[in-house]
């Protein structure tokens, strides 16, 4: 059943990925009204799961991270609160890492997000599957954003499609590639679209910056992101409306 569900959420995207795809990402967003993802409401940290949008975004709250420094990119980027969320992906990766029970992995990254809030002096709040905006049993992204503007948000724009969201403009360069990584590993994978992703339809890396210098920038980075799905796997990006 989950197969059948996740081809038609994956054609019904169809067709604002295959416009995306045609006219490049600048083009597209030059045609559509997106001011609206760039304004946020709140500076919380949450994952960079497609199901959490809004705020700033770290994979697993940051767990991923050494607590030094997860203390040091959030208090510079003035969070105002720290999330976890139900069925977090990071979260597995951190408790495979450090030999721990992957079936208690949800409260490893909800230990984790308390602890990084009490340290920041801000609140801690939970994400339920409920409250998430993708199915429970698994991802719906076809694209990743890569945002150097620390104020993008693409579940405001509905002329935008759900992705990864990866907060380049709060962590250092080699993160946010490794959340890059982290993103594509999570899409090619039996809990995403997998196999529907192909070099006709593929997973879409964005770079989103404040100026287009920026957006160039950000796109070579993401051209040094070493991975194996060669053309499956294509670099986009377009830059901020003023």
């Known amino acids: 059943m989950h197969q059948e569900e996740k081809s038609k959420i994956f054609e019904g995207q169809e067709a604002i990925i295959s416009q995306i795809l045609k006219k490049g990402f600048s083009e597209y967003v030059r045609e559509e009204d997106v001011s609206k993802a760039f304004y946020l409401i709140d500076r919380n940290v949450r994952c960079i799961d497609e199901g959490t949008p809004g705020g700033l975004h770290s994979a697993g709250s940051g767990i991923?991270?050494?607590?030094?420094?997860?203390?040091?990119?959030?208090?510079?980027?003035?969070?105002?609160?720290?999330?976890?969320?139900?069925?977090?992906?990071?979260a597995k990766i951190f408790a495979k890492r450090e030999g721990l029970d992957e079936t208690k992995s949800d409260e490893f990254a909800k230990d984790w997000a308390k602890e990084i809030a009490e340290e920041l002096g801000v609140p801690y709040s939970h994400i339920s599957f409920d409250e998430m905006i993708r199915p429970k049993d698994f991802h719906i992204s076809r694209l990743a954003y890569y945002d150097g503007t620390g104020k993008f948000n693409?579940?405001?724009?509905?002329?935008?499609?759900?992705?990864?969201?990866?907060?380049?403009?709060?962590?250092?360069?080699?993160?946010?590639?490794a959340e890059a990584k982290v993103s594509l590993d999570i899409a090619f994978g039996s809990s995403a679209f997998g196999g529907l992703l192909s070099e006709d339809k593929p997973f879409i890396l964005v770079a989103i910056g404040a100026s287009n210098e920026e957006t160039e920038t950000l796109k070579e980075e993401l051209r040094t992101l070493g991975h194996s799905f060669g053309k499956k796997v294509i670099i986009d990006g377009f830059t901020a409306p003023k």
Request: charged share 20%.
């Open 154 to 177: 693409f579940g405001a724009s509905r002329a935008l499609p759900p992705g990864f969201i990866i907060s380049r403009s709060v962590q250092g360069r080699d993160v946010s590639l």
């Open 64 to 90: 991923l991270l050494t607590k030094e420094q997860a203390l040091l990119y959030f208090r510079t980027a003035h969070v105002d609160g720290v999330t976890s969320h139900d069925g977090c992906g990071a």
